[in-house]
């Protein structure tokens, strides 16, 4: 069956990791379903909402490889909500309550000193039009709470199996605020039954908000869409992530140098039974997608973790699907240097550093004066290749006695200006013979 999901951030601040893992679990399932994925910005906030923010979203899933088929903005769906908000108050699901937020704050301390569970007591619905026009003529606004139904609500969720909730238990939620405007439950509910969502796949926090919006659903006359709720990512001190931590945003990971299959392959795999490994595309995370591996404990997104598998992805890849981006480094020493020099990079962009002790100009650094002008003098003649290395060292060996780590580190940071890097059998023809005297003899070259 296909599948038609939804991402819905609220462009009130950048794109965190945890927001991304959402956004994955979303596009892998509707893809594997071969179905479509909504973006639909989540903006009826209208303080804090701004083109700045929602830019960078698009941005960030542009960047990832996930694509949408269609971009949505809560902010230009009023009139359905005043639609939907009206087929409730004529079904009798939504009616008006005046208490302010201290007197609901009273109650629910009252309630909770005599060991009740802080649920609202719908005094509203016993209010009489006489005592409504009263409460209005004192300047109070209403605010809407949706009317649920005292019953069982069960649903087979993707990720944590068969859950059931009595309503009963539960408050009325509030809808629209006095002012007017719409909490979250109400637009959401509204949105996935016009853009025809038929999966809805979210964080855990979210759980609790589930049967209520499946009775509001019901209400609004449409079958629910099927709900999983994956767990959270939580930082490396088991704290929850924010959008203002600019370290653990998805901008702040591109500007750093972080590969965006790194990012995907990581907020992915973390919290699943898998093992951490980076993933070559997103077909491959696609293939690999299953809800039943997820754990239910909160998973630890470590950002040491994510640079070293960061690594372990360069390291494995081909030159050609580098190229292009090590020639706008100015690193145009195609595969041979690729190969040499991508075990060392923790992101591409230390390829420019290499490139630079390749080609020049490098001041050496000369710890051995009598050795390194002694290994200039037994420089072979070039071609050079792989075994160029090991002819030369064991020449300067014999003639000055020098061996191991007296021999090599000398020589590596003349040659290099490094005391560790690729190896030198691979990185000394790439240097060539005219660079690599002039280094021996202490010259910038």
């Known amino acids: 069956m296909s599948a038609t999901v939804r991402f819905a951030p609220s462009p009130t601040g950048r794109l965190h990791a945890g927001n991304i893992r959402t956004a994955l679990f979303n596009f892998l399932l509707g893809r594997k379903a071969g179905g479509s994925l909504v973006l ?16 960078s979203i698009r941005e960030d899933l542009a960047w990832l490889g996930l694509d949408w088929t269609q971009e949505v903005r809560q902010s230009d769906r009023f009139a359905l909500y ?7 108050k004529a079904g009798g699901r939504l009616y008006p309550a005046y208490e302010t937020p201290d007197e609901l704050e009273l109650k629910r301390q009252l309630q909770l000193a005599r060991g009740r569970p802080p649920v609202y007591d719908r005094a509203a619905l016993k209010l009489t039009a006489e005592e409504k026009a009263k409460l209005e003529a004192e300047g109070r606004k209403p605010h809407w709470r949706f009317l649920l139904e005292p019953r069982d609500v069960v649903w087979d969720d993707l990720v944590r199996g068969r859950q059931h909730v009595d309503a009963a238990s539960l408050s009325d939620p509030i809808l629209v605020r ?28 979210h759980v609790a908000n589930t049967a209520p919006q499946i009775q509001l659903f019901e209400a609004l006359g449409a079958a629910p869409p099927a709900f999983g709720h994956h767990n959270l990512l939580v930082g490396p001190d088991g704290q929850a992530l924010s959008k203002r931590e600019r370290s ?6 591109r500007e750093e140098g972080i590969e965006p299959m790194a990012v995907a392959s990581y907020a992915a795999i973390i919290g699943t039974s898998d093992p951490v490994a980076p993933h070559a595309s997103l077909d491959a995370l696609i293939e690999a997608f299953d809800f039943g591996k997820l754990s239910r404990a909160p998973a630890r997104f470590d950002p040491h973790e994510l640079r070293l598998l960061n690594a372990r992805l360069l390291h494995a890849l081909p030159y050609e699907a580098v190229a292009a981006r090590l020639r706008a480094l100015g690193a145009s020493g195609g595969p041979a240097f690729w190969i040499t020099v991508r075990g060392n990079l923790a992101v591409l962009g230390d390829a420019r550093h290499w ?9 050496p650094v000369i710890e051995e004066p009598a050795l390194c002008r002694a290994a200039a003098e037994l ?4 071609p050079w290749d792989g075994e160029t290395w090991s002819i030369w060292s064991n ?10 780590k007296a021999l090599f580190q000398p020589l590596r940071l003349a040659l290099t200006g490094e005391e560790h890097g690729p190896e030198l059998k691979h990185l ?13 003899n202490g010259k910038i070259a």
Not at 40 to 55: I, P
Not at 198 to 205: F, Q
Not at 355 to 363: I, M, S, T
């Open 40 to 55: 639909r910005l989540d903006d009826t906030d209208k303080e804090r909402s701004t083109e700045e923010f929602a830019e």
């Open 82 to 88: 005043r639609v939907a908000v009206e087929r409730l």
């Open 178 to 205: 006095e002012d007017g405007t719409y909490l979250y439950t109400l637009p959401s509910v509204v949105d996935d039954i016009d853009l025809g969502i038929t999966h809805v796949i979210r964080g855990e926090d």
């Open 248 to 253: 653990n945003s998805i901008s702040g990971l």
């Open 355 to 363: 490139w630079r002790v390749v080609e020049g100009p490098l001041a």
């Open 379 to 382: 420089l072979p003649p070039e």
């Open 395 to 404: 020449a300067v060996k014999q003639a000055t006695g020098a061996k191991g």
């Open 428 to 440: 000394v023809p790439l240097i060539g013979r005219a660079r690599a005297a002039a280094r021996l």
